[in-house]
């Protein structure tokens, strides 16, 4: 099923300009936009999202530099073009292990407490970490259960930091 799910989304990939820069643009450097948004949101109003953007940060790193590196090490796996013929437009180390998904588990965990402090931003951020996630598969350096795996972390991780900082940072 991962295999066909992936061949559905990455056959496209490398057969359409625009399609493949946009691909390019939210796999690779649409998460800036979406860092720089954050702190201008904390810049504007320091008082209102401070909390949001401490926990958002901690659980983006906890999701990405913890959780996911465990599941890598323990379960590692090969990304799509190392055993298999794909359409690659993306560049990526093959020695890394693709399963979870580092960005997916990171900008899911952003989105999930972002939701809970602002419904709005929180929507906007899980369409850009789907985003995000599914140009990685459309490029050809993911899986579609490692995004879905790493979506899972991130959704995980957003929810345990927003829940210890409620019962422990109460104001």
Known sequence: MDF??????????????????????????????????LILLLAVNYRKYLRMAIAAFVAAVFSRFVVAEIIRFILPRSRPFVENKVNVI???????????????????ALAVVAYFYNKKLGIFLFISAF??????????????????AGAIVGIFSGWLVVKLTKRFLKS
């Open 90 to 108: 993306l560049q990526h180390s093959a020695s890394e292990s693709s399963f979870p998904s580092g960005h997916a588990s990171f900008f899911f």
């Open 131 to 148: 985003l995000i996630s599914i140009s990685r598969v459309f490029g050809g350096i993911h899986w579609p259960s490692d995004i879905l």
């Open 4 to 37: 066909y799910l992936f061949n559905l989304i990455n056959q496209f990939a490398g057969k359409n300009a625009c399609l493949n820069s946009m691909a390019i643009f939210f796999a690779e450097y649409f998460q800036y936009f979406i860092v720089l948004l």
